[in-house]
């Protein structure tokens, strides 16, 4: 019945994990939406971003933000491929590409995250 | 017989461009061609975003000049542009849950009209809150 390695995958998993990632996408699109431009400077400012990463809660909802946000978006460009009948070896080429950029983009981001210093003495305002 | 009066359409793959356009669509195919062109900009979009944060790394001097050079009137468009995008992304994704877990192919064209009003009107409402000082600097205020 399973003509290729790759039909043995009916897509179950990705398909739920999609859904679920879109409904936590949308949550968290409107906090970062009202975040940053609820006022001109909430989202532009070195300072804003500095006082906002001071709070590790800030941090690891920025991390779950970009990693949902990554696998959502390339999952869903696979999802596009997926809908035309490509050979094994350009399917599996695709699948490679968007797999590495999206280790490398959740990396990149990753390190923005880390990179922003905790300052011993600040003014919160 | 009336099948020997049922002319069937046959889809001439050498004509596909001009098969799609001329293809009848509802709802549902507007919904999909758009869902799949706001998805393929938002990812787009996602990437242009880490690259322009990722001068958060070299300090306040170099983000800040970076954040300048974004609110040029065509960026400011673009960034109108975006939550267009984004609304119609997450709407659309709301409906196309409820079409698989909620029975919505029973209502799914209820439901994209629906997701326009409601659209439109958090256009209107987020841009005003979110925006309104793009709008006063566009007004000279």
New interface residues.
């Given amino acids: 019945m399973y003509r290729y390695q790759s039909s043995k995958n009916s897509g179950a998993t990705s398909w739920v994990l999609q859904?679920i990632s879109?409904?936590a996408?949308?949550v968290l699109?409107i906090g970062h939406?009202?975040l940053m431009?609820?006022?001109?400077d909430s989202g532009?400012?070195?300072?804003a971003?500095l006082g906002r990463m001071q709070f590790s809660w800030y941090r690891i909802i920025d991390l779950v933000f970009?990693t949902l946000?990554?696998y959502h978006?390339?999952n869903?460009?696979w999802g596009?491929f997926r809908d035309y009948k490509l050979k094994p070896w350009l399917k599996m080429s695709i699948l490679t590409s968007l797999f590495i950029l999206g280790i490398a983009?959740l990396a990149?981001?990753y390190?923005?995250i880390f990179?922003?210093p905790y300052l011993n003495n600040i003014t919160l305002k | 017989m009336p099948e020997d009066h049922v002319k069937i359409k046959k889809f001439e793959q050498k004509e596909w461009i001009k098969e799609n356009i001329s293809y009848h669509k509802d709802s549902g195919n507007w919904a999909w061609i758009y869902h799949?062109i706001t998805?393929?900009a938002?990812?787009g979009y996602?990437?242009l975003h880490?690259?322009s944060?990722?001068t958060?790394?070299g300090?306040?001097e170099v983000?800040?000049s970076k954040?300048q050079s974004?609110t040029s009137p065509l960026f400011m468009a673009l960034e109108w542009i975006l939550?267009i995008f984004?609304l119609f992304h997450?709407l659309n994704?709301?409906r196309?849950?409820l079409v698989?877990?909620a029975d919505g192919a029973r209502y799914h064209k209820t439901l994209y009209r629906i997701s326009w009003i409601a659209g439109i009107i958090l256009f209107l409402a987020?841009g005003y809150?979110?925006?309104s000082?793009?709008i006063l600097k566009l007004f000279g205020k």
């Fill in positions: 859904r879109g409904l996408l949308v699109m939406y009202i431009h609820y006022t001109p532009h400012t070195y300072d971003v970009v946000g990554l978006g390339l869903g460009i596009i983009f990149w981001g390190n923005i990179s922003i | 799949r998805g393929i938002l990812i996602l990437f880490i690259y944060l990722s958060l790394t300090g306040r983000f800040e954040m974004f939550l984004v997450s994704g709301i196309i849950v698989d877990w987020m809150i979110m925006f000082h793009e």
